[in-house]
């Protein structure tokens, strides 16, 4: 880490527990709101299963 002594690296970065700790609500809130919710995501997929699309007029003709 580029300290003179090992002791001032430990102080540093050792004993991160309580940083790590109050943290945690707001960590918790974003991913809340960054990960999918699991009945969204069930209902987003019966949504994309119901979509038909005809894809003939996409499709070169071929002959």
Not at 4 to 32: Q, S
């Amino acid at each position: 880490m580029g300290h003179a002594k090992e002791l001032i690296t430990i102080d540093v970065y050792g004993d991160n527990k309580g940083i790590i700790a109050d943290g945690v609500p707001e960590i918790e809130t974003y991913m809340k709101e960054v990960l999918p919710n699991m009945e969204e995501m069930e209902s987003f997929k019966k949504e994309l299963l119901e979509i038909v699309m005809d894809v003939t007029e996409f499709l070169l003709e071929v002959g």
